[in-house]
C-alpha cells in the first residue's frame, strides 16, 4: 500500500511539473506573438500614406503635370522659374547597376528650390545608357532585383522623395515577365513605406511583336516590345506614355510626337491602362535634320536654338494639319535645313488631346528647352479646366479606365 500512494504520488507531481512547463510555453508563445512586428493592415497602411503630404498631393492632383529635369544650367533656370507651377518633378539621377545597386541623387540646389516650393519628387531610375546586357543580368536573377527593390525603398524614405519612376529602356523582349515582376515587388516595397512608384513605357500600336505593320508610324518596335500595358497599368500608380521620337536620327525629316501619330499610341494605351494612370508624354524640344548631297545627319534643338531660325527671312515657319506641328525649311547652297518643333501652338494641341482622352495629365521632357510662352498657356489651361475625380471619368469612359485589366539628352 506504501509503495502504491508512494508511485501516485510521484505521478502526481510529474504531472503538476508536465502542466507548469506547458503553462510557461504557452505564456512565452503568446508574449512573443505580442511582440513580433505585424503585417501591415488597412488600417496601418493608412495611417503609412497619409503621413506622408507629397504622395497625396500627387495623388489628388488633375491633371498632374510632371516635368522631367537633366542635369544643366537651361533646366535649372527653367525650374527656378516655373517650380510653383508644376505638380511633381521628375530629375533623370538615378541609375541601376547590373548588380542590383541603384546610385546617383538629386543635386542640393535641386532639391532646396523643389522644397521651397513645396514641389513633390519622383527621380527617375535608368539602366545605364540603356544598357540591355546590364538590366537582362539584374533581371534574370531574383537576389539582384531583390537588392535594387530594397535601394529603391531606403533612397525614397532616406530623402523623402514621394517616390521612384522606373525608366528602364531597351530591355530584351525576353525579358518582358521579369521586368513586371521587378515591377511589381518594388511597387509592393514602395507602397508598404507609403511612397509612389510609376513606369515609363515606349509607345506601342500591337499586342504583336514583331507586328506586320507596314507603316513606321503605327509599329510596335523592339523598344515598346518588353512592355506589359495591362499588367503594368494595374500594378503603378500611374504611367507616362512616352510619346516622342516619332522621327529621330534615323528617320527622315518629321514631327518628334505628331498629333495622329500619338493619337494612335494612345488608342491602344487607353485599352489596356486605366486613363486615370495614365500621362501624356510630351516633348519640349525639336529637331533638325541637315541634308548634302553625301549624307543626312540630325541633332535635337532647344527652343532657343530654334528663334535664330525663326529669324532667317527664308525660314518662314509652316503648320503641318495632320502633325498639328511647326517646321520650317531653307536651303544654304547644296544644304538642306529642316526643323521640326514644338511652340506654343502645337503643345496647346498635345494638352487638348490629354483633355480628349480624360487622361490623368501629362508629362513633359524636359525643362529648360521649351517655348518660354509654354508657361501662361498652360496657366490658361488648367484655369479651364476644372478638376475631376479620376475615379468617375474611369467609370463614364468604360474600357481599360474602368480598371481592367543613349539616355534621354534629347
Known sequence: MLKQAAHICMRQQILTRFLRIAILLLLAGFLEAAQRPKPAGPADQKRVTSSNPDRRRVLSAHPLGMYYYYDDSLGLESLSAHAAEMTLLGPQCFFVDADGTVRGGVSPQVAEIARRAGLPLMPLVVNPGFGRPGASKMLRSAKLRERAVTYLAYLAKRDNYAGFQLDLEYIDPADKALYTRFVERAAARLHARGRLLSVAVVPRFSDAYPDRSLTREFHTGEWGAPYDYRALGRIADFITLMTYDHHGSATPPGPVAGYEWQKAALDY?????????????????????????????????????????????????????????????????????????DDQRSLREKLQLMKLYHLRGFAAWRLGVEDPQFWPMAAEFRKKTPASSPGRLAKKRGGAASGRPALHSR
Open 269 to 341: 494605351a487607353v485599352m489596356r491602362i486605366p486613363r486615370a494612370k495614365l500621362l501624356l508624354g510630351i516633348p519640349f524640344y525639336g529637331r533638325e535634320w541637315v541634308e548634302t548631297p553625301q549624307d543626312t545627319t540630325s541633332s535635337s534643338l532647344a527652343f532657343k536654338d530654334v528663334k535664330p531660325l525663326l529669324e532667317r527671312p527664308d525660314a518662314k515657319p509652316r503648320w503641318d494639319e495632320r502633325w498639328r506641328t511647326t517646321w520650317l525649311q531653307f536651303r544654304e547652297g547644296a544644304t538642306q535645313h529642316t526643323a521640326w518643333f
